[in-house]
């Protein structure tokens, strides 16, 4: 089966989440390429339609796979089908109109989309997406000491160190919540430390280096972060969103907080008291929360797609 991943490329790089879905399903035995759409807001993706049509055209391609609306809506006008969708969680917060024009776009023309979250299915009033989070790959996602990571990533500090990894000055990811947090523990020992802009090679060791990966968003959909600190065994605290509570479950170590300063100070004091490794990654695989799984469940909705794409082509060719 041959597939072609659709997302925004105006990095000049494949998105991280996207990159490393597809690297599972590559792993998995999938033949995939990947189009980066190149353009600035809604008439930069208008653009790239004749590029996406070509490039369909020319690659043979069994499945296209869009993520993120606006790739998806590009796709669509490109002629792109069978065509999956997978929504990320910033997509549920789109102004209403293009939540409607989303809907529109999955009732009529997406054969099948996919969400992160309940959360998301319900905000968008999608009844027949499909859940599927982020995998996590757990061969590179792993314990290791930390002194280990802390001498890799020239970390040469004795203080109890707070990761925020997440660009500070994104609204969304509310780091002056984090800032009020640590500052309320009144302990010069503690230091928060925010990470971004960072090859992904990296953010195993810069979560094995921490005492405590904080995130304090106002709002998420599957959190992958936290996926990733959990199969580090790292403790965790965070606010609730996305489906951050249910992938923590009652893992020790690891603390859902409210957005009260003091409370988020306080969990972040539990978390450092436990001063020890988590089960966090027996978690993750009792979620089936794995690449290698996550790349399962995706490949069937391929299966079944194409499937039904062919039953319907055979069906017109006959009548």
């Not at 993520?67 to 796709?75: D, V």
């Not at 490949?299 to 039904?308: C, D, E, G, L």
Request: hydrophobic share 40%.
């Amino acid at each position: 089966m041959k597939v072609l991943f659709i997302s925004s490329g105006n990095s000049g790089n494949i998105g991280t989440v996207v990159k490393n879905q597809g690297e599972s399903l590559r792993n998995a035995g999938l033949d995939l390429d990947y189009f980066l759409i190149k353009g600035n807001g809604f008439w930069g993706y208008i653009s790239n339609i004749q590029k996406i049509r070509k490039a369909y055209l020319t690659g043979n391609y069994n499945i296209v796979h869009a993520h993120y609306s606006l790739s998806a809506f590009t796709a669509s006008f490109a002629g792109s089908f069978p065509l999956i969708v997978s929504l990320m969680g910033s997509d549920a917060y789109l102004c209403w109109f293009w939540r409607v024009v989303a809907r529109l776009f999955y009732m009529l023309r997406w054969n099948i989309t996919i969400v992160k979250t309940q959360q998301m299915k319900s905000v968008l009033g999608m009844k027949k997406a499909q859940i599927i989070p982020n995998g996590v790959d757990l061969k590179r996602f792993k314990p290791i000491s930390k002194s280990m990571a802390r001498k890799h990533i020239d970390y040469s500090n004795k203080n109890k160190l707070v990761l925020f990894i997440a660009n500070p000055m994104r609204y969304e990811k509310n780091y002056s919540l984090a800032i009020e947090a640590v500052k309320a523990l009144n302990d010069d020992n503690v230091e928060l430390w925010p990470v971004f802009n960072k090859s992904n090679s990296l953010i195993n060791y810069y979560i094995n280096a921490a005492d405590v990966l904080l995130l304090t968003s106002k709002w998420e959909g599957s959190v992958n972060i936290i996926k990733e600190g959990m199969a580090c065994n790292c403790p965790i605290v965070a606010t609730d969103v996305g489906d951050i509570k249910w992938v923590i479950g009652d893992t020790d170590g690891c603390y859902i907080s409210s957005f009260n300063p003091l409370d988020v100070a306080n969990k972040v004091k539990n978390a450092l008291e436990f001063s020890r490794k988590t089960e966090g990654r027996k978690r993750i695989l009792e979620l089936g929360l794995d690449s290698e799984s996550i790349a399962e469940k995706i490949i069937s909705i391929y299966k079944y797609t194409f499937n039904q794409s062919s039953m319907e082509q055979s069906h017109k060719t006959t009548y």
